[in-house]
C-alpha cells in the first residue's frame, strides 16, 4: 500500500505584511529571504524623512510634474534646525587709571577719543589671540573731560561720518582742572565662549606696560568691574603684588651621620646628668643617716659615777694608804 506525503514548496521572497511601506510584498512566498524593499522618503534634510525606508519614492503626478518635484511631494520641504538662543554675554566696565590730563588726551585722540579708544581696546584684545575681538563688542567709553572749555569746545560742532553720527565726545564732569591726571572708563561685553571670572584674570594679568604701548598713553593701573542686571557693580580690584621670596640658601647643612652623632652625645650627657644627681642625692642621704650630732654623742658616751667626798682626818678615818 503506497500513501503519498503532503510536501509544503519552499516560496523565497518578502514575506513584510505589516510594514505600511513595504514595496516588493509577494503573497505567494513563505520564506523571507530578507529582500524586502521599503519605500519613502530616504532624504534626512527633509520633513518627511523616514529612516525605515530603503529605497527614495516618487510622486509622478501628471506629465507636467518634474522630477525635482515628484520628490518635493513625497519628502515635502527642507528641514531647518531652528536656530540657537542667542548667547548672554555680561557686560563689563574697566577702569583705567592714566598719568594723562584732558589737554594731553586731546593731543593723541582729539575729538574722536570714544571711537579710538574702543579700536585700540580690541585691538589689543585680538592681538592676544585667545578669543574673537572686534569693535562691535565694545559698548561705551569716556573721560571726565567738559566739552564747555578749550579745547574739547571744538568738538560739538564737528559731525562725524561714521555709524555714530553726530556725537557729544567730551562729556564729563564740569569744572575739572584740564592739568589734572583723569581715568578711562571703557564699557565692552565678555567675548563668546569665555567665562567672566577668566575675562578678569586675564585683564588683570596685563602689566600697565603693555596697555600703555596699546593705547599710547600712560597707563598707571586698571579696575574691572562686572555690571549687574540691577546696574550694581561689582568689581574685582586688582591682587596685591606676592611678597618676594628670601634668597635660598646654598648651604643644605650638616651630614645625616654628623646629626646622629650630635643627639647621641646630647642624650648620653643627659643620662649621666640624672644618674650622677640620684647617685649623689642617695650618698646625701646615707651620710645622713649614719652622721652622729653632739647630742647623740654626748648621749653615747658612758660618764664614770662621781667619787665620793673626802672624809676628815679628825673623825678617825683611816688614812688613806699608798699601794706603792
Given amino acids: 500500500m503506497y500513501e503519498r506525503t503532503s510536501c509544503l514548496v519552499k516560496m523565497a521572497g518578502c514575506t513584510d505584511d505589516v510594514s505600511t511601506n513595504t514595496f516588493n510584498y509577494q503573497a505567494t512566498a513563505n520564506f523571507n529571504d530578507g529582500s524586502c524593499i521599503y519605500g519613502g522618503c530616504t532624504d534626512s534634510i527633509r520633513f518627511g524623512y523616514d529612516p525605515t525606508s530603503t529605497m527614495q519614492f516618487y510622486d509622478p503626478g501628471n506629465e507636467t510634474v518634474k522630477y525635482a518635484d515628484d520628490t518635493w511631494a513625497v519628502c515635502g520641504g527642507f528641514y531647518v534646525p531652528p536656530a540657537a538662543p542667542p548667547s548672554i554675554r555680561s557686560e563689563f566696565q574697566v577702569t583705567f587709571g592714566t598719568a594723562e590730563s584732558c589737554i594731553?588726551?586731546?593731543?593723541?585722540?582729539?575729538?574722536?577719543?570714544?571711537?579710538?579708544?574702543?579700536?585700540?581696546?580690541?585691538?589689543?584684545?585680538?592681538?592676544?589671540?585667545?578669543?574673537?575681538?572686534?569693535?562691535?563688542?565694545?559698548?561705551?567709553?569716556?573721560?571726565?573731560?567738559?566739552?564747555?572749555?578749550?579745547?574739547?569746545?571744538?568738538?560739538?560742532?564737528?559731525?562725524?561720518?561714521?555709524?555714530?553720527?553726530?556725537?557729544q565726545l567730551a562729556d564729563g564732569v564740569v569744572g575739572r582742572q584740564l592739568s589734572e591726571a583723569i581715568a578711562i572708563d571703557l564699557g565692552m561685553y565678555v567675548p563668546d565662549g569665555m567665562s567672566d571670572d577668566a575675562f578678569v584674570?586675564?585683564?588683570?594679568?596685563?602689566?600697565?606696560?603693555?596697555?600703555?604701548?596699546?593705547?599710547?598713553?600712560?597707563?598707571?593701573?586698571?579696575?574691572?568691574?562686572?555690571?549687574?542686571?540691577?546696574?550694581?557693580?561689582?568689581?574685582?580690584?586688582?591682587?596685591?603684588?606676592?611678597?618676594?621670596?628670601?634668597?635660598?640658601?646654598?648651604?643644605?647643612?650638616?651630614?645625616?651621620?654628623?646629626?646622629?652623632?650630635?643627639?647621641?652625645?646630647?642624650l648620653g650627657t643627659l643620662v649621666l646628668v640624672i644618674v650622677g644627681t640620684l647617685w649623689y642625692r642617695r650618698k646625701q642621704q646615707r651620710l645622713k643617716g649614719t652622721a652622729v650630732t653632739p647630742d647623740v654623742a654626748e648621749r653615747a658616751v658612758v660618764q664614770p659615777p662621781a667619787l665620793p667626798p673626802a672624809l676628815p682626818a679628825s673623825a678617825g678615818a683611816p688614812a688613806a694608804t699608798s699601794l706603792e
Fill in 104 to 167: 594731553s588726551m586731546f593731543a593723541v585722540f582729539f575729538c574722536d577719543f570714544k571711537y579710538m579708544l574702543k579700536l585700540k581696546f580690541a585691538t589689543f584684545m585680538m592681538s592676544l589671540g585667545t578669543h574673537s575681538w572686534s569693535i562691535a563688542d565694545m559698548i561705551d567709553a569716556s573721560i571726565p573731560c567738559t566739552s564747555s572749555t578749550s579745547p574739547y569746545d571744538t568738538c560739538v560742532r564737528r559731525k562725524l561720518s561714521d555709524a555714530e553720527g553726530r556725537r
Fill in 201 to 266: 584674570e586675564q585683564l588683570l594679568s596685563i602689566d600697565p606696560a603693555a596697555w600703555s604701548a596699546a593705547f599710547g598713553i600712560t597707563i598707571t593701573g586698571l579696575t574691572v568691574c562686572r555690571i549687574a542686571t540691577d546696574g550694581t557693580k561689582l568689581c574685582a580690584f586688582p591682587p596685591p603684588p606676592a611678597p618676594s621670596s628670601p634668597p635660598a640658601d646654598d648651604d643644605t647643612g650638616l651630614p645625616v651621620y654628623l646629626i646622629v652623632i650630635i643627639v647621641l652625645l646630647v
